[in-house]
C-alpha cells in the first residue's frame, strides 16, 4: 500500500513558477514509479509527467516538456514536481500517482497504470 498527499499549489501569474511536493508513505514508495496527471475542470485527468522508481529515466507530456521537472527523493519518500513558465492552460488539479507494477518502464501515460492517488492540489495560473 501506498498513500500520496500533494502540497504546493496555489495562485500564480502566468510565467512564474511553482513546486509540487507530494509526501508518499508506504513500503512500496522506492520500488514504485512516480508520475503527476491533472484534470481541468470538464476535462479529462491527463498525464504530466513519470519518473522511474530509480529516478534515472523520467517522461513528459509534450505540452509541459522543457518547462517541468519531474525528481524524486526516496530516502524522503518525496516526489517533486518544479513547474516554471506556467501558462493559463497549466490551471487544474494536480494528483500524484504510484505504479508498483511496471516500476523500469518509464512511458506509461494512462491513468489505469497506476495503482494509487492522491487527493490533489490545485493549481491555477492568471493571464
Known amino acids: 500500500q501506498v498513500q500520496l498527499v500533494e502540497s504546493g499549489g496555489g495562485l500564480v501569474q502566468a510565467g512564474g513558477s511553482l513546486r509540487l511536493s507530494c509526501a508518499a508513505s508506504?513500503?512500496?514508495?522506492?520500488?514504485?514509479?512516480m508520475g503527476w496527471f491533472r484534470q481541468a475542470p470538464g476535462k479529462e485527468r491527463e498525464f504530466v509527467a513519470r519518473v522511474t522508481w530509480s529516478g534515472g529515466s523520467t517522461y513528459y507530456a509534450d505540452s509541459v516538456k522543457g518547462r517541468f521537472t519531474i525528481s524524486r527523493t526516496n530516502a524522503r519518500d518525496m516526489v517533486y514536481l518544479q513547474m516554471n513558465s506556467l501558462k493559463p492552460e497549466d490551471t487544474a488539479v494536480y494528483y500524484c500517482a504510484a505504479d508498483s507494477r511496471n516500476r523500469e518502464i518509464v512511458r506509461i501515460t494512462t491513468t489505469a497504470g497506476y495503482e494509487y492517488w492522491g487527493q490533489g492540489t490545485q493549481v491555477t495560473v492568471s493571464s
Open positions: 508506504g513500503r512500496t514508495f522506492s520500488t514504485a514509479a
